[in-house]
Nanobody, 123 residues
Framework: QVHLVESGGDSVQPGGSLRLSCSAS???????IGWFRQAPGKEREAVSC????????FYIDSVKDRFTMSRAGRQNAVYLQLNNLKPDDPGIYYC?????????????????WGQGTQVTVSS
């Protein structure tokens, strides 16, 4: 069992940055971690994921070179650095524990979810 908690969401201006955190109780280290987001009226979409086996990461095209995932060594924490935030980026960001196999992560591949943290981009 893994209990995930996101934090770090905030309201920023376009071009701003945020660092989202995903902390876990339970055995997070054996799971790959994915980040997803959901904007009002839209379906939840994958943002990125990191493999627990080799640390490789995947990002959707719209966030490549702007968002970066990292894992805090043996700590049960994963981070998502959001740089150069754009008007298309807002939503509730969720971290989830499941599978990251090199392609777009699918929500059904993730067994455990956090409650989400709100990201707003507004001038």
């Amino acid at each position: 069992q893994v209990h995930l908690v996101e934090s770090g969401g905030d309201s920023v201006q376009p071009g701003g940055s945020l660092r989202l955190s995903c902390s876990a109780s339970g055995t997070m280290l054996t799971y790959s971690i994915g980040w997803f987001r959901q904007a009002p009226g839209k379906e939840r979409e994958a943002v990125s994921c990191m493999s627990s086996q080799d640390g490789l990461t995947f990002y959707i095209d719209s966030v490549k070179d702007r968002f970066t995932m990292s894992r805090a060594g043996r700590q049960n924490a994963v981070y998502l650095q959001l740089n150069n935030l754009k008007p298309d980026d807002p939503g509730i960001y969720y971290c989830a524990a499941g599978i990251c196999s090199g392609g777009i992560p699918r929500p059904y591949e993730y067994d455990y979810w956090g409650q989400g943290t709100q990201v707003t981009v507004s001038s």
